[in-house]
Structures are given as structure tokens and as C-alpha cells.
């Protein structure tokens, strides 16, 4: 685990912990996956979450975004139960990860509850206070950036591209309650990187990456 203390110019060694992804709420609280971890040193020591957030059949955290030190969210993925179509959840917590919440989920309770879509691989997650966020998945999803405006229990289908869902997500990033950016994959289209300056309501290109 490296870390910049100069705007990325330069990086240290901190941890030799390795994470999936990586979310920090200031210079010292931060979380990573897998499984879910936290650190309360900027990244110098970590432990285990008080509870593992995800259900048993979609044990595995893919995305991790808390916006304060007691209030998070969790992408959780699970095996395949057709072609394309995969167990998966958004899952909360209040109280800094002692007891988590399934707010949306796809195949994986009895019944399913909020609106997630069931295609695709959940790659990441990202939130913030007011509860809106976004959750991405790789071209091969089809349609694979959906947004959330009411804490993350429904997700609306956000269609890039020329033929209207040409566009999956990388990685995301939520700088405040109006900007955001996505790194998009097209498959032969190529990849864009793409701005939103109003909560992710409408989008810009800002780059095409080579």
C-alpha cells in the first residue's frame, strides 16, 4: 500500500496490506477490500470490519464508499445464475460497520428487495452524504453505470455512447455533490473519461485516454 503526502508526485511504501479497492474518509479513517478492512492510522495498520458486510451467496466486497466515520456502503458480488446475470447487492451501515443492511439486491434474498439490475459484475461503488451515487460495471454488462438518488436502494440505468448503453465504467470518482467522473470503456470504441458537474444528471467528455 503506497501513499503521496504531495499530490501524487511522489509515494511511500506505508503497508504491506493488499486491497481490491481502496476508500478513505480523511487522512486516517479509511477502508479497503477484500474482505473488508479499516484503518484508523492512514493506512499503517488495518482490521478486520466489526461485521463482514455481504450476504453469504454474494460474499465478495468489489466496492467500498463511506462518507463519514459511521455511515457506508458496500458492493457486494456473488456467482453467476445465467448468462450474464449474477448474484449481487448494495449493502449500508450506520454505525461504522458493526451491523450492515441490505438496501438492493439481485438473486440474492427471498424476495429481492430495492432495484439493482441482475446483468453484469459490480466493479465499484461511490457515494455521498445526500444519497446519491453511482455503481459501474465493465462493458460486458451492457448498460453498466447505474445511479441512485435515495441511499442506494434503486439504481437508474445511466446509457453512454452512440447507440445508448455502448458504455460500461471502470472506476468513478464523486469530488462533491455536484461533480463527478467516470472512466468509461466502449470495447472497440475505445475508453473516455467523462464529467458531470451536476450530480450526474447530464455528461461531458473530457478526455480520451489512449
Given at each position: 500500500l503506497l501513499a503521496s503526502a504531495d499530490g501524487g508526485q511522489t509515494w511511500s511504501t506505508i503497508s504491506s496490506e493488499a486491497f481490491d479497492t481502496l476508500d478513505f474518509v480523511d487522512a486516517n479513517d479509511g477502508w479497503g477490500t477484500l474482505p473488508l478492512r479499516h484503518t484508523t492510522d492512514g493506512g499503517r495498520t488495518w482490521s478486520n470490519s466489526p461485521a463482514q458486510p455481504c450476504p453469504a451467496v454474494a460474499s465478495r466486497p468489489v466496492g467500498v464508499s463511506f462518507v463519514d466515520a459511521k455511515?457506508?456502503?458496500?458492493?457486494?458480488?456473488?456467482?453467476?445464475?445465467g448468462t450474464q446475470e449474477l448474484r449481487k447487492a448494495v449493502v449500508g451501515t450506520t454505525d461504522g460497520g458493526r451491523t450492515w443492511t441490505v438496501l438492493a439486491s439481485a438473486y440474492v434474498?427471498?424476495?429481492?428487495?430495492?432495484?439493482?439490475?441482475?446483468?453484469?459484475?459490480?466493479?465499484g461503488i461511490a457515494m455521498r452524504p445526500n444519497g446519491t451515487g453511482l455503481i459501474w460495471m465493465p462493458i460486458g454488462a451492457v448498460?453498466?453505470?447505474?445511479?441512485?438518488?435515495d441511499g442506494g436502494r434503486t439504481w437508474i440505468d445511466m446509457?453512454?455512447?452512440?447507440?445508448?448503453?455502448?458504455?460500461?465504467?471502470?472506476?468513478?470518482c464523486l469530488v462533491d455533490d455536484h461533480l463527478c467522473l467516470l472512466v468509461l470503456d466502449g470495447g472497440d470504441q475505445g475508453r473516455q473519461i467523462v464529467r458531470s458537474t451536476d450530480g450526474g444528471t447530464t455528461w461531458q467528455e473530457i478526455a480520451t485516454p489512449k
Open positions: 455511515r457506508g456502503w458496500v458492493a457486494c458480488s456473488g456467482d453467476s445464475v434474498t427471498t424476495p429481492d428487495v430495492g432495484s439493482i439490475p441482475g446483468t453484469g459484475a459490480l466493479l448498460d453498466g453505470t447505474w445511479r441512485t438518488v446509457r453512454f455512447g452512440a447507440n445508448a448503453g455502448d458504455f460500461g465504467a471502470l472506476a468513478g
